[in-house]
């Protein structure tokens, strides 16, 4: 079975859970980044993952707009649906604004991972936006805030490997 791993990350974490993937499952798997073009031939593959992240509950537009203009192809095909965020309270109710319903009907399966912080790769808007959402997260759940000083991941192998599995 050929499988293609569409993906669009802005700061890594889609890429590499689209890699961990590929690695997991059987055949041959292609990767292909949205943010080089979407000119990926869909007629050549029977299995097809779409993945992005999600930023203050939007996906990146490169996986938006190839959900669009591929709906009728990708309704034929054995699908895989991805996003990678931080916000697990919103992760389902994220999946289905973001995908189109005609994909989420038709997918075999469809998760969140988790997320990261990685803060090496973020500018100073987004430093500062993760601190301020952090810290209301925390108060509302009576907690202490994540340490902010150094990246961090929340990305789940354990609901990567049963994504694999399912599309298996």
Same mark, same amino acid.
């Given at each position: 079975m050929k499988t293609v791993i569409i993906y669009a990350t802005k700061h890594g974490c889609s890429e590499k859970?689209?890699?961990w993937l590929a690695e997991k499952l059987s055949g041959t798997v292609d990767l292909h980044n949205l943010k080089m073009g979407d000119g990926v031939d869909l007629a050549q593959y029977d299995r097809v993952i779409l993945g992005g992240s999600i930023y203050a509950g939007r996906?990146?537009?490169?996986?938006?707009?190839?959900?669009?203009?591929?709906?009728?192809?990708?309704?034929? *095909?054995r699908l895989g649906l991805f996003t990678c965020g931080m916000n697990q309270k919103e992760a389902d109710a994220q999946? =289905?604004? $973001? &995908?189109?319903?005609?994909?989420?009907?038709?997918a075999v399966v469809a998760?969140?991972?988790?997320?990261?912080?990685?803060? *090496?790769e973020m500018n100073f808007f987004e430093k500062t936006i993760v601190k301020?959402?952090?810290?209301?997260?925390? =108060?509302? $759940? &009576?907690?202490?805030?994540p340490d902010l000083s150094r990246s961090f991941s929340t990305v789940s192998e354990e609901k990567m490997?049963?994504?694999?599995?399912k599309l298996s």
């Open positions: 859970c689209a890699k996906m990146l537009k490169e996986v938006t707009a190839f959900c669009q203009n591929r709906l009728d192809q990708l309704k034929g *095909k999946l =289905k604004a $973001n &995908y189109p319903e005609e994909l989420l009907e038709r998760d969140c991972f988790g997320g990261e912080y990685n803060l *090496k301020m959402v952090a810290r209301m997260e925390a =108060k509302e $759940n &009576y907690s202490e805030p490997a049963q994504f694999a599995q």
